[in-house]
């Protein structure tokens, strides 16, 4: 019995054929290519057929004689790696949430925000316990300010969610829709928090060291999602 990566070397070289050539074949990466080879992981059911092709086989062919290894499903990147995504997207939502209630939340009373009110151009009256929900808007950067909070604070509760599902089996397939799902999330907040920021900036109010917080921790968000992004690609 031979292993699946060593049938696909084997066929490679007898072919003369580089492990670049095969990549650029597939549309892969030649680290892909090497991953296969050296039996680290097995190509995808959806990829046989172009395999297959490229090696000059019939599918059948490829498989003759094959030790094939069932791959227990899990996320592409191992156990740890997952793991921080978890710790990573649950601290910053957390933290994203403590900002918000740092700037909105009182425990008694009423008043504006604790930084500076928005004098003429936008007014909130926030009572007691109730965040957000007593907040009224006289014009459209109050409207586009509230209306950005609430989707950045949204999409933070929703990087909760996701960031616990790190901890749950899921098939290749699962992971990766559960990445873009992540990445685009990263992606509203961000802007979201930006567009507060443009309000705030337009309304001339003298921004607290919380939501300066707020946004950078946004940023960093984002920032870490694309990183994420890119090293997944390169990977596979």
Known sequence: MIKLGNRIAARRKELGMTQQELADKLFISVKTVSKWETNRGNPEMNILPQLANALDLKITDLFEDVEVVAEEPRNPDGVKPNAFNACFAFFAAVLGIIFYALTFLLIEGSLSPWFDPFAETLTFHISGYKVLFNMTSESFLSFL?????????????????????????????????????????????????????????????RIGSGLIMMFLLHGGVLGYRIYEKVKLKSDY
């Open 145 to 205: 300010f509230i209306f950005s909070v609430w989707v950045s604070f949204i999409a933070l509760l929703a990087h909760i969610a996701f960031g616990v599902l790190e901890f749950v089996k899921l098939r290749p397939d699962q992971y990766r829709t559960k990445r873009k799902a992540e990445f685009i999330l990263a992606i509203i907040a961000a802007a979201a928090a930006f567009f507060a920021l443009f309000a705030l900036i337009i309304a001339s109010t």
